[in-house]
């Protein structure tokens, strides 16, 4: 068993806030397992490693005797959290929900352990409630309470709308960690308010309140807002090794810190060492980007030999030193509908496959010389193919993206 000292150790490295510290500490001199909650809203198709970072923290406390409460926000989803938002957010319907849900529990399962592991949907309780639970759990707190959270109140001095749907928003995800009497809450620094409304609303039931702990929030691959699927800039878990090994490798040098010490699942100490030789120079910028690159996508793959890591830096560099194409190339079937006499045009093939948001993009990416076909650099941004010429040939936007072409 590994004392209290070394659990608050591992525990809290990497943590934003710890509420309270001494909680914690009371919490496990208890001596037994702990209760530690995460509620996730399931409101898109993928995990990404923002979201992972919280999920390794649950793991720690799983890997030291503790069981993991994952309360997959089935119901909660369907209101939104206006955590950090700057506008009402648009509400999904509940076929959307369970089918995010449903791929929620088969990725989070590559990072926890099921021997450990709670799955509850707060649409157990939460959709039983009726008029009388909720007016009684309104009655909890106050508007002005609420007003106190920055991102409401931002919202309310710009004369913005905030529907009292949100407001409701805290308290359920608050009565969550009552209904699993949760000894512990886990989520991003953005989620601090909404895990201090069930501490609270823990209290006023009789329970001992939850400790809160959060975690930073991932920068994104563009090194400046969160990681977020909805702004591009993510890495998925369930993403082929070598798309996961190319976007680590384009992350800024200064986001390394925060990689290391939150993407990778390692100790404390390991993570201290890899640091200390990265500032001494004994371990070179790049060096290090690979090093990262490899332990992350050895995490969410099976093993093998070579090791996924090893094999996708392998293609990395066959791609981008060799400047040969990558093995796996995603595969798209165009629509011809559009063709005339039989010819498409490249920035109409570029627009249907993604690869352009429009053909306006797609003349423009040809015009900067950034769009190569079969290889070659196509520079005429009105250049057309026959549908023949198109089939089975590949086509590659700038460095990173690539697509082979197939008929409908």
Do not use: C
Not at 176 to 202: A, C, H, K, P, Y
Not at 347 to 362: C, D, F, P, Y
Request: proline share 4%; aromatic share 6%; no cysteine.
């Amino acid at each position: 068993m590994v004392d209290i000292s070394e659990q608050i150790r591992i525990l809290t490295s990497g943590a934003e806030a710890v509420v309270r510290n001494e909680d914690l500490v009371s919490k496990l001199e208890l001596g037994r397992p702990l209760r530690i909650k995460l509620g996730v809203d399931p409101t898109a198709a993928d995990v990404h490693l923002g979201l992972a970072v919280v999920l390794r923290k649950l793991r720690q406390f799983q890997d030291l005797g503790h069981t993991a409460v994952l309360i997959i926000g089935d119901f909660t989803a369907l209101l939104g959290d206006p955590s950090g938002r700057s506008a009402t957010r648009p509400q999904l319907d509940k076929a959307e929900v369970d089918a995010y849900a449903a791929t929620y529990v088969e990725q989070v399962e590559r990072i926890l352990d099921p021997d450990r592991l709670e799955i509850r949907r707060n649409s157990e309780w939460l959709s039983k409630m009726d008029i009388d639970d909720v007016l009684r759990l309104t009655a909890r707190t106050t508007v002005a309470q609420m007003i106190e959270r920055d991102d409401f109140s931002r919202r309310y001095q710009a004369g913005e709308p905030i529907s009292l749907m949100e407001f409701l928003y805290p308290l359920l995800q608050g009565w969550d960690s009552v209904i699993v009497e949760s000894d512990v809450e886990l989520g991003g620094t953005d989620q601090l308010f909404n895990n201090l409304v069930g501490r609270t609303l823990q209290q006023q039931v009789g329970q001992t309140p939850q400790v809160v702990m959060t975690m930073p929030l991932l920068a994104g691959t563009d090194g400046t807002q969160k990681m977020s699927k909805s702004l591009g800039n993510y890495i998925g878990i369930t993403e082929p090794p070598a798309i996961q090994f190319g976007k680590l490798m384009s992350i800024s040098d200064s986001l390394m810190d925060q990689y290391f010490a939150l993407t990778t699942g390692w100790h404390p100490d390991r993570v201290a060492e890899i640091n200390a030789a990265r500032t001494s120079g004994d371990l070179a910028p790049n060096a290090a980007k690979r090093l990262l690159a490899r332990t992350v996508v050895d995490l969410y793959h099976e093993p093998r030999t070579p090791s996924p890591g090893e094999a996708a830096e392998t293609e990395f560099d066959a791609v981008f030193r060799d400047h040969s194409a990558p093995a796996d190339i995603p595969e798209h079937s165009l629509d011809f509908s559009k063709a005339r006499d039989n010819q498409m045009s490249l920035a109409e093939v570029l627009n249907q496959t993604g690869l352009a948001k429009s053909n306006r993009e797609g003349r423009r990416l040809i015009e900067q010389r950034g769009v190569r076909w079969e290889g070659e650099v196509v520079s005429d941004a009105e250049a057309t193919f026959a549908i023949s010429d198109l089939e089975g040939t590949v086509l590659q936007v700038g460095r990173r993206r690539w697509i082979r072409l197939l008929a409908n």
